[in-house]
């Protein structure tokens, strides 16, 4: 993992704290991942933990974020892949626990996180209701469907302003 080059978003949002990801956060989240959040891994990887550790391994700056005692509920990054920007986010239940911060303030790193790419992209599982409308908010353009491995997504990309 890359050291993160902006660790001004690395702080604390109301009762939640933003950090550097490690590998203890992989090994805690892991087996917390929400339904659809594993859905989306087994397309990809054989378990949770290497979809987050390659996050880790991969990405130009990746975060967990933590909730009022210390456990990571989500982990998210952003990278570059064959000359392609990308961005991607796993969480647990924590985050529905946390809805108001976590919503209030993805909004407000998003800008700063995608910034240096200017447009990055990824894919959605297509039955994921919630990560559609969260990702619709937060700017998101749907493109294509796509299917992987058996699984239906949406490839989306988000524009930085």
Not at 80 to 103: H, V
Not at 112 to 132: F, H, Q, R, T, W
Request: aromatic share 14%.
């Amino acid at each position: 993992m890359q050291e993160p080059s902006d660790t001004n978003l690395c702080k604390e949002y109301g009762v939640c704290k933003l950090v550097p990801a490690t590998l203890d956060h992989v090994y805690k989240l892991g087996p917390k991942l929400r339904h659809y959040d594993r859905m989306e891994v087994g397309a990809f990887f054989t378990c949770n933990e290497d979809a987050l550790l390659n996050g880790l391994d991969k990405d130009d700056q990746t975060y967990t974020g933590l909730d009022t005692q210390g456990e990571p509920f989500v982990m998210f990054g952003v990278g570059i892949e064959n000359n392609q920007p990308y961005i991607w986010l796993l969480g647990s239940k924590g985050i529905e626990e946390n809805a108001l911060t976590f919503a209030r303030q993805s909004k407000k790193i998003l800008p700063e996180l995608i910034k240096p790419y200017g447009v990055v992209s990824n894919l959605v599982y297509a039955d994921y209701g919630s990560s559609i409308k969260w990702l619709k908010w937060l700017g998101a353009k749907f493109l294509t469907k796509v299917e992987i491995n058996g699984y239906l997504f949406y490839e989306f990309i988000i524009i930085s302003k």
